[in-house]
């Protein structure tokens, strides 16, 4: 929409975007304009501000009461200039100085309808995410699960922070995206820290932003993750790492609802709902000293807890479906299922990993599968458990393939006994070489050994 008291510049403009292939609409001053708005939403108004009967700065104000998204821009006489600014502070897209150039106008409309286009995407992504992340994209059949859900649901509608413990690979960052993709917050961003993943001293610049020439290698100003997060969620994941300093300042942030960017004197008020996420038994750490009380009480109002995976078998077979079909799809590959004996393997492992171990599992046996169908052997070793050992999976000679050395064999065998018997032990080592009769020691070194994982629970380093 082109809105001018000038009929030259108005029949101008006009052809010009005309010939843009754009449609174009022309009104003479702002009361003219706002009732052609009423009828027709345009996508950009180009208008000018002095004008009789409605000057622009009015006619701006209620074309965006009835229409966010419509991006305005002001024409201005150069004398101007301080309303236009005034106006771009009211919710203009920008304004252009007068005489100006027509090259401006056309590249000035363009980059209008483009952020426009690409505003309604995030929108409708965003509104995707949250169909597919909400509550309900936590798959369970496990009754203490579906309560977390609706706890989920119900702490969502609130600006509460929250604290998601559990172990890991339980789902603690899916959690926690449904914790915002449920929520009224859902439309605005969900931005993730992984406080462990970075390194110490960069971590409060990552969280608080800095400004040009704060630390050697700060050659420009940097918004953090809280600007990043504004009217969102933020999630800070393995939130027990971060060090006693940082502790402090997050408790601020917090507290005040304020930070400053590192290097920076201004103070930066933040609406960003918290979300903290960790492995670690918080409270232990509170009574070792090596996490601030204070913090423990503000980061936990809230707490959800996940359920490690062995104690709700029901959600294995339901979740080796689901990632079943996932992989297949991701791989372009038609598995139809698991063969009983498969899904057996599945039932009987302790899945110390969790819900990742078990996905892990899943796509490696959708991608080995040579028939269709998921078999044991398609497993990772130590998953294809036999209560006997298989004596097909340990045949020296397999159906295609020559003998294989002796070592190998017994390797193998090795491996898939000892992950058993961590599995039947929870991954504690000591209780694991008790059940073996070997020495922790030996047990170690095998371990290191065949390279199995993860890391026991027993403090071993
Ligand atoms: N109930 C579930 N339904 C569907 N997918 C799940 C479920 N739980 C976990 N997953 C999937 O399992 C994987 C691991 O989950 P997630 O990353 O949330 O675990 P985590 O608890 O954050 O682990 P870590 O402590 O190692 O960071 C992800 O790919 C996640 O999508
Ligand atoms: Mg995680």
Redesign the pocket.
Known sequence: MVVDDDEAIRQMLAAVLGKEGLQVVTATDGVEAVEAFHRQHAAVVLMDIRMPRMSGLEALKKILEIDRGTAVILMTAFAEVGTAVQAIKDGAFDYVIKPYDIEEIRLLVRRALEIRTMRADIVSLRRELSERYGAE????DNPR?LELRQTIAKVARSNATVL?S????????????AVHYASPRATGPFVKVNCAAIPEGLLESEFFGHEKGAFTGAANRRRGRFEQAEHGTLLL??IGEISPGLQVKLLRVIQEREFERVGGSTTIKTDVRIVA???RDLEAMVRAGTFRQDLYFRLNVVTLK?IPLRERPE?IRL?AH??LERFSADNDLAIRGFDPSAMDCLLAHSWPG???E??NAVERAVVMSTNGIILPEDLPEGIACRTAPNPDALSATTASGPARPLRDLVNEFETRVIREALGRNGGNRARTAVELAISRRALLYKLQEYGIGPAGRDGEP
């Not at 994209?137 to 369970?140: E, K, M, Q, R, S």
């Not at 559990?166 to 995206?177: F, I």
Request: proline content about 0%.
């Open positions: 994209g936590i798959l369970t699960m998601v559990g172990e890991s690979g339980t789902g603690k960052e899916l959690v926690a995206a994941d393995e996420a960790t492995n996940t959600d979740l689901h990632f969790n819900v990742r078990l996905a």
